[in-house]
C-alpha cells in the first residue's frame, strides 16, 4: 500500500541554519504530496503542497519539490527562525484525493 | 468562516464505556475525514465522507467504531466498549471537492481510557 517515509527527529538547529527534513514515498499513481506543520498547542495546518512531477511547493520561506524519479519530497528552507519549532508531516493524498497518508512527522527545535 | 470545530477537546472516560465525538466541517466543504494520531506517529485515516455518504473505511476501524454524517453537515465518530488501546487524538478535517486535496484540520479530541 501506499506510505510516507521520514527523518526521524527531533532534529535541533540554531537560528539562521539551514534546513532539510527528508521525505519520500511509494504509491501508485501519481499522488499530490504535502507538507503540513503543528505549532505546539496548534491544529495541523498545511504548509505547501505539490500536484505533479517537477513542481516545487513553496510557503512561509519553505519549498519542496516533487521529485518522481526519487519518489522524494524533500523540504528545505534556507534560514530557520525560532518560531519555526513545529512537528513537520510529509504526506501524501492518492489520485481521488479520498484519503490523505502521513509520515510519522519530524519535530524542529530552533535554538536562539 | 471559523474553521473545523471539534467536541469535546478531551474526553476521559473508564473502560468499556461508550463515547462519542463531533465535528462540524467548515461550512460548504462536502468531504469529511476522521483521522487517529497517537503519540509520536503522524494521523491514521479512519474514515471519509462525501457528503452524508461514508465511502472508506479503513481496516483500523473496528466493528467498535461507527462514524456517521447524516445531513451532510456535522459528524459524529462514536466508540463502543472503548478499549486502552482507543487512547488517542481523534481528528476531524474537511475539504471541497473542488481543492487540490489539501485538508482543514479541527483541534481534535483527545480521549484517554482508563
Known amino acids: 500500500g501506499d506510505s510516507v517515509t521520514q527523518m526521524e527527529g527531533p532534529v535541533t538547529l540554531s537560528e539562521e541554519a539551514f534546513l532539510t527534513i527528508n521525505c519520500t514515498y511509494t504509491a501508485t499513481g501519481y499522488p499530490s504530496l504535502f507538507w503540513y506543520v503543528q505549532y505546539p498547542g496548534e491544529g495541523l495546518q498545511l504548509l505547501l503542497k505539490?500536484?505533479?512531477?517537477?513542481d516545487k511547493g513553496s510557503n512561509k520561506g519553505f519549498e519542496a519539490t516533487y521529485r518522481k524519479e526519487t519518489t522524494s519530497f524533500h523540504l528545505e528552507k534556507g534560514s530557520v527562525q525560532v518560531s519555526d519549532s513545529a512537528v513537520y508531516f510529509c504526506a501524501l493524498s492518492d489520485p481521488g484525493g479520498f484519503k490523505t497518508i502521513f509520515g510519522a512527522g519530524t519535530r524542529l527545535f530552533v535554538k536562539a | 468562516d471559523t474553521g473545523v470545530s471539534q467536541d469535546p477537546r478531551h474526553k476521559i472516560t473508564k473502560r468499556g464505556q461508550n463515547v462519542t465525538f463531533r465535528c462540524d466541517p467548515i461550512?460548504?466543504?462536502?468531504?469529511l475525514y476522521w483521522y487517529r494520531q497517537t503519540l509520536g506517529q503522524g494521523p491514521e485515516f479512519l474514515t471519509y465522507?462525501?457528503?452524508?455518504?461514508?465511502?472508506?473505511k479503513s481496516r483500523l476501524l473496528s466493528d467498535r467504531f461507527s462514524a456517521e454524517r447524516p445531513k451532510g453537515s456535522f459528524s459524529t465518530l462514536e466508540i463502543q466498549r472503548t478499549e486502552q488501546g482507543d487512547s488517542a487524538m481523534y481528528l476531524c478535517?474537511?475539504?471541497?471537492?473542488?481543492?487540490?486535496?489539501?485538508?482543514?484540520f479541527g483541534p481534535g479530541t483527545r480521549l484517554t481510557v482508563t
Open positions: 461550512s460548504e466543504h462536502n468531504r
Open positions: 465522507f462525501q457528503n452524508e455518504a461514508q465511502l472508506e
Open positions: 505539490a500536484t505533479k512531477a517537477d
Open positions: 478535517a474537511s475539504t471541497p471537492t473542488s481543492a487540490t486535496y489539501e485538508q482543514y
